[in-house]
């Protein structure tokens, strides 16, 4: 059973760049999709970009080219980069990634808390 | 951006009861809608995707119908492990939008 497992700082300050890591066990890294995901405290979830196994990447228009992502077959990674963060992007950050061919995605990591302060 | 609205915002019932929740998308997504459920502290759990399709491991009191811009997610008999928020999901455009949420409680 694929685990993913999301790492990085718990803590930014604000305009710095948020870097975060989606670590892939129990499994292959191969995969038709890889997204991240966000949840702020006691609110919604949004989408904010995925990549597909062809190497093509959608980025939310709301983050204004604020976000990157990177996946790294030889260390089972997929990795985001958000620069310029605020405190709007206070947020629970999620990596998820489907089991089959389409994009529903059906395994999700555990979600890091990632506070922007000064 | 496709906005996607659920309703109603919270839901109350009782064990064993039906619930149906809605999902209205503001233009069609045809049937690129999915269902997932929150628990509290924990990712969302896939349930409904392509609108009525059940993922592997969902019990069959989840169902899932529409198509457009209209979409139900009906639990025939709400379990104790059901009470939590439901979120719709659209992909057929990007960037693809979640609902607000849909919280089902006792």
């Known amino acids: 059973q694929v685990q993913l497992q999301e790492s990085g700082p718990r803590l930014v300050t604000p305009s710095e760049t948020l870097s975060l890591t989606c670590a892939v066990s129990s499994g292959s890294s191969s995969s038709y999709y890889w997204g991240w995901i966000r949840q702020p405290p006691g609110k919604g979830l949004e989408w904010l970009a995925y990549?597909?196994?062809?190497?093509?990447?959608d980025y939310n228009p709301s983050l204004k080219s604020r976000a990157s992502i990177s996946l790294d077959t030889s260390k089972n990674q997929f990795s985001l980069r958000l620069t310029s963060v605020t405190a709007a992007d206070t947020a629970i950050y999620y990596c998820a990634r489907p089991s089959g061919m389409g994009p529903a995605f059906d395994i999700w990591g555990q979600g890091t808390m990632v506070t922007v302060s000064s | 951006e496709i906005v996607m609205t659920q309703s109603p915002a919270t839901l109350s019932v009782s064990p064993g009861e039906r619930a149906t929740l809605s999902c209205r998308a503001s233009?069609?997504?045809?049937?690129?809608l999915i269902w997932y459920l929150q628990k509290p502290g924990q990712a969302p759990r896939l349930l409904i995707y392509d609108a009525f399709a059940r993922a592997a491991g969902i019990p069959a009191r989840f169902s899932g119908s529409g198509s457009g811009t209209e979409f139900t997610l009906t639990i025939s008999s709400l379990q104790s492990e059901d009470f939590a928020v439901y979120y719709c999901q659209q992909y057929n455009d990007w960037p693809w939008t979640f609902g607000q949420g849909t919280k089902v409680e006792i």
């Open positions: 990549m597909y196994y062809t190497g093509t990447t």
């Open positions: 233009q069609s997504v045809s049937n690129k």
